[in-house]
């Protein structure tokens, strides 16, 4: 077993002094913990260590508001309070979806905005401490390249690793624009929801642009009610393994009364180490009539430069149908996961 303490911290400041000069991704040595159901896992594997855990669950982060046009999301707010909340079901019902499609309803009762957007590839090879991994130990090799890949990335891809990046969540997040705040005793900054998570290039063991002494504090969203009527998240997965996607999709339409295509926003899941947009795509979406060949043309600029590893060759092609499908089915009216229509 690998000691560490546990704090508690009621203030943001305080939470920040107790990371300030101590945190390190490469030493691990202080991490932040709200739901804890990817870290903990992660610490109990051996894949990753702390020395200490400070909990940010006294911090007012969790509330879920109107900001401005847009709306707002604590770092601290379940994922499931999330999906359900009226505002996010009435506006982003895009999000809600996608939150939906993750996990379970255990997992999404417990776990947190913030801590959704830093989970970690659920690659096996990773997990696997006995084999080399550039995520893991950097310089050691990446154990996935000529291994088992069904599940791993067709986009995006390096020498030094082939991981996906495992949130559904973050798909409409990233279709949706979003931006993610942060704060540090040096300050606070904002991320555009593009550049927050990283591609592997090399150094793979960096997941997001995030400094090891900063805290995510809350996450918006600009306003997108012009999508709420035409939107879908399509995820397909593997029997073996419910919880995580293949391929999944999370699609927005904004149809006028003639059934022209205002704009659009597609994001891709599961593909790469990084949620997975291409706004070229997009912009041929832009004064269209909503066809089937459109949709496919616009997967395959979305698809541009897609390299299978040999066992997941099959995603390039699923990748495309489920766009196809996604979109299509968001012309028909959006669809919440909830079970109940959408008006």
Known sequence: MNPFTFSQADSAQAALAQVAGNASFAGEAVRFIAGGTNLIDLMKEGVMASSRLVDINRLPLDQIEEDGEGLRLGATARNADTAYHPLVREHYPLL????????????????????????????????????????????????????????????????????????????ALAALEA??????????????????????????????????????????LPDARRYARHSAYIKVRERLSYAFALVSVAAALDIGSDGIIRSGRIALGSVAHKPWRKPEAEALLE?????????????????????GQGHNDFKIGLARKAIVRALQTAVQGTVTNTGEPHD
Do not use: W
């Not at 005793?185 to 002494?213: C, M, N, S």
């Open 287 to 307: 004064g269209q009539q909503a066809d089937p060949a459109l949709f496919g043309q616009v997967a395959d600029v979305l698809l541009k430069g897609a390299v």
């Open 96 to 171: 809600t979806a996608a939150i939906l499609a993750g996990a379970s309803p255990q997992l999404r009762n417990m776990a947190s905005n913030g801590g959704n957007l830093l989970q970690r590839t659920r690659c096996y090879y990773f997990y696997d401490v006995g084999t080399p991994c550039n995520k893991r130990e950097p310089g050691s090799g990446c154990s996935a390249i000529g291994g088992i890949t069904k599940q791993h990335a067709i986009l995006g891809a390096s020498d030094h690793c082939i991981a996906t990046h495992p949130s559904d969540m973050c798909v």
């Open 179 to 220: 931006t993610v705040h942060v704060e540090s005793a040096r300050g606070k900054r904002d991320i555009p929801f593009a550049e927050f998570h990283r591609l592997p290039d090399d150094a793979p063991q960096y997941d997001t642009v995030l400094e090891a002494d900063e805290l995510i504090t809350h996450i918006t």
